[in-house]
């Protein structure tokens, strides 16, 4: 019985002002691959399909269970997690790309700096004085409780930027990412002390009025959070933020 082949296209690039390029690859099928193991199989052996000996493809992984976010790339013209991404439920040639809407340092790995520069734009934390105990924390619902962990879920891995067409180099906007981040943030009885803070950047240039209301971000999210709903909530906090500002 012949041995079946799975044929990788995997788009590389040596550095951010160098041209990309194809490379094709075969690597043995087994059971239970991920795109992680197969790209382990290319950097232990790196032959090219026409048999020519390569450097090893470089991409990034961490935790290998859907959390960090640091594998993410564009597997058969989706952006996601490789390592959830199964070899079995793809469709063959599998093809792997890095990330279009941040610069290219090597092959599958970008640099997503600029999503985390979103976060201190928006002051995306809680602010505690930890020189003294401050007793237990303000008390809320279980249903908001519930609502802020699917929110807290986000892993920063940036497939809502990728899917976004509002979010890169053509527009200042600040990505579903950053806003949903606003929401959870805002709805923490300590967080809501910056609240006014966050709304202001919402309400400057590539704030939410930037959203072009595509949907792409929540059919991407691999943790399944409601982007969108995330989205509309920060954009009626903002228009009432506008009222009182007149006042």
Same mark, same amino acid.
């Given at each position: 019985?012949?041995?079946? /082949?799975i044929?990788?296209?995997? $788009?590389?690039?040596?550095?951010?002002? =160098? #041209?990309?390029? !194809?490379? =094709?690859?075969? /690597?043995a !099928?087994?059971?239970?691959?991920? /795109?992680? #193991?197969?790209?382990?199989?290319?950097r232990?052996?790196?032959?090219?399909? &026409?048999?020519?000996?390569?450097?090893?493809?470089?991409?990034? #992984?961490?935790?290998?269970?859907?959390?960090?976010?640091t594998?993410?790339?564009?597997?058969?013209?989706?952006?996601?997690?490789?390592?959830?991404a199964?070899? &079995? @439920?793809? =469709?063959?040639?599998?093809?792997?790309?890095?990330?279009?809407?941040?610069?290219?340092?090597? &092959?599958?790995?970008?640099?997503?700096?600029?999503?985390?520069?979103?976060?201190?734009?928006?002051?995306?934390?809680?602010?505690?004085?930890?020189?003294y105990?401050?007793?237990?924390?303000?008390?809320? @619902?279980? %249903?908001?409780?519930?609502?802020?962990?699917?929110?807290?879920?986000c892993? %920063?891995?940036?497939?809502c930027?990728?899917?976004?067409?509002?979010?890169?180099?053509?527009?200042?906007?600040?990505?579903?990412?950053?806003v949903?981040? /606003?929401?959870?943030?805002?709805s923490?009885? %300590?967080?809501?002390?910056? $609240?006014?803070?966050?709304?202001?950047?919402?309400?400057?240039?590539?704030?939410?009025a930037?959203?072009? &209301?595509?949907?792409?971000?929540?059919?991407?999210?691999?943790?399944h959070?409601?982007?969108?709903e995330?989205? #509309?909530?920060?954009?009626?906090? =903002?228009?009432?933020?506008?009222? $009182?500002?007149?006042?």
């Amino acid at each position: 019985m012949a041995e079946k /082949v799975i044929e990788v296209r995997l $788009k590389r690039q040596l550095s951010h002002d =160098t #041209a990309p390029y !194809w490379e =094709t690859y075969h /690597v043995a !099928w087994r059971e239970n691959l991920n /795109v992680i #193991a197969l790209l382990m199989e290319l950097r232990q052996n790196p032959v090219t399909a &026409d048999g020519t000996a390569v450097t090893p493809p470089a991409w990034e #992984a961490a935790c290998l269970e859907e959390v960090c976010g640091t594998c993410s790339m564009i597997i058969n013209g989706k952006p996601r997690q490789a390592c959830s991404a199964l070899v &079995d @439920s793809l =469709t063959w040639p599998i093809e792997l790309e890095p990330f279009s809407k941040f610069p290219v340092v090597r &092959d599958l790995i970008t640099d997503r700096a600029k999503m985390f520069d979103h976060l201190k734009d928006v002051k995306a934390w809680i602010p505690l004085d930890g020189t003294y105990d401050l007793g237990s924390g303000p008390r809320y @619902s279980q %249903t908001l409780a519930l609502e802020r962990y699917k929110l807290s879920e986000c892993m %920063t891995c940036g497939c809502c930027l990728e899917a976004c067409p509002q979010y890169g180099p053509q527009s200042p906007f600040i990505g579903p990412q950053a806003v949903s981040q /606003v929401r959870l943030f805002n709805s923490h009885p %300590t967080g809501a002390m910056e $609240k006014d803070a966050r709304l202001d950047v919402m309400m400057q240039e590539g704030g939410i009025a930037d959203c072009g &209301d595509a949907q792409n971000c929540v059919k991407v999210c691999p943790k399944h959070i409601p982007l969108t709903e995330s989205i #509309a909530d920060v954009s009626a906090q =903002t228009t009432v933020h506008a009222f $009182k500002s007149l006042c």
